[in-house]
């Protein structure tokens, strides 16, 4: 990712969809946690009108653990008795962070939740956005067009080598000997 410790994650929680309570759906009074390494990161506001399906599109900006591999996504419930843990999702930092594509791409992802039991329970909505350093974005040409693979995630063209242009006609001179 782009420090040793930790990276910045834009993580907007936009929905739920069919989320019960003990098979039942959810009344009012849902909300989601973001949790990474059993740490809390944040917590969106309680939706009190969407019941099962709750609409909240917060963004959060959070930091992640180097070594973090899934940032965990809890859907809970405001009860009489405190709050309620419905249904849980795992996310792989791999699903947003790394492979082929720009390191501030927008990936708009859905999750199956599961219970305590892991039995289905919904669909989560999200939005992960990698946050590029500051230092990274001032030190680069923003006019500078990249051509390139993946490779790392430090160099000045956001993570891609640097493309070879192709089929450049060689001079002759350097055959005539």
Known sequence: ????ASSTLEITVISGEDIRNNRKPVKKNAFA????????????EMDKDGGSYPYW?????VEI???????TVEVQCKTSAGDKTLGMARIPVSDFVGGFVPQSYLHFLSYRLR????????????SVKAKVPEYAASSCSSTATTIGVPFGKTSCYGGVVPGVPVGVPIMKQYYQG
């Open 65 to 71: 653990p180097q070594h973090a591999r899934f940032i």
């Open 115 to 126: 219970n305590s039991n892991g039995e289905r329970n919904g669909i989560i909505n999200v």
């Open 33 to 44: 946690v973001i949790r990474t390494d059993s740490q809390p990161l944040c917590r969106t």
């Open 1 to 4: 990712m782009f420090s040793m």
């Open 57 to 61: 599109n917060e963004k959060h900006n």
